[in-house]
């Protein structure tokens, strides 16, 4: 079946979102961006998971598999099933890191080639709309040191909130298989500098690295957990001065 439905998210927002992540992963990384429609087909272990799923939630995964086949495809992986993970995750091709995101609206996914063992996270998410979801439950995401830093280091029109939870999920996706288990937003201790952010999550006391972006309605942030073949102008050395 041939997808199908609006079209909410333009193209010009899903270039700029394209565009940001091929700053950040260089030529050889894969990347989709797609608007969530209907119509995108699942192989049938994939099918199982969302067998009982309401349409909003099956067309959400579904065109998140969608975007994860094309970023595989770049990288030379015909396309196959990408099981469901004990906690969620999207199972991909050994030596391969990869993630996927979606608003409302519209979807995203990364793969890359990865030698070691580290991780891979984005997340993406409506500025206004996640700052609105938010208020009242900072103290759940982060500290009141963090939400401090953050701000003294983001533009005004960014609030600390959206910036800081948005850049936490994609840490929480980084750093998840290596943790095994699902960790929290206040294990993970955020701190930003210019364009990129440095994470300690607590609990390992490992770092992740990162960078956010705003384009248009959209923020979007990729972290990474361990060593890879990333751009190092993105990824600076951290050791944090607190660690509360
Ligand atoms: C895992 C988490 C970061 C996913 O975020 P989300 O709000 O669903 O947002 P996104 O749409 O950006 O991402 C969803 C995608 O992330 C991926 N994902 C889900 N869990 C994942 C994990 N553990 N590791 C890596 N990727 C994961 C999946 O591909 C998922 O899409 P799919 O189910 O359609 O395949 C989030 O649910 C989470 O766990 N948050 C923090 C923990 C928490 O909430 N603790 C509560 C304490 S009370």
């Not at 087909?41 to 598999?65: D, H, I, M, N, Y």
């Not at 595989?72 to 969620?88: K, Q």
């Not at 996914?109 to 900072?138: K, M, N, S, Y």
């Amino acid at each position: 079946m041939e997808p199908s439905g609006p079209r909410v998210v333009s193209e010009s927002e899903e270039a700029a979102l394209v565009c940001a992540l091929r700053d950040w992963l260089g030529a050889g990384a894969g990347i989709a961006v797609q608007p969530i429609q209907a119509g995108f087909t699942l192989f049938p272990e994939e099918e199982r998971c969302v067998s009982g799923a309401v349409p909003k939630r099956r067309k959400e995964f579904a065109t998140g598999r969608y975007c994860a086949r094309r970023a595989l495809l770049e990288l030379g992986y015909p396309a196959g099933p990408i099981p469901v993970g004990e906690h969620r995750e999207p199972v991909w091709p050994p030596g391969v890191a990869g993630s996927i995101t979606h608003t409302d609206e519209t979807c995203a996914a990364v793969a890359v080639r990865l030698e070691d063992r580290g991780g891979l996270g984005i997340d993406l998410v409506e500025v206004r709309g996640a700052a609105a979801i938010l208020a009242g439950a900072a103290h759940l995401i982060y500290s009141e040191s963090e939400g401090r830093q953050a701000q003294s280091e983001l533009p005004p029109n960014v609030p600390a909130s959206a910036a800081i939870f948005c850049a936490k999920e994609s840490v929480i996706k980084a750093a998840s298989s290596r943790a095994g288990r699902f960790l929290d937003f206040r294990e993970i201790y955020l701190s930003f500098s210019g364009p990129h952010f440095q994470a300690v999550i607590l609990p390992g006391g490992w770092a992740a690295n990162g960078c956010w972006r705003v384009t248009g309605r959209f923020l979007l942030t990729l972290a990474q957990c361990g060593h890879g073949h990333f751009r190092s102008s993105w990824a600076p050395t951290f050791t944090p001065a607190s660690a509360r």
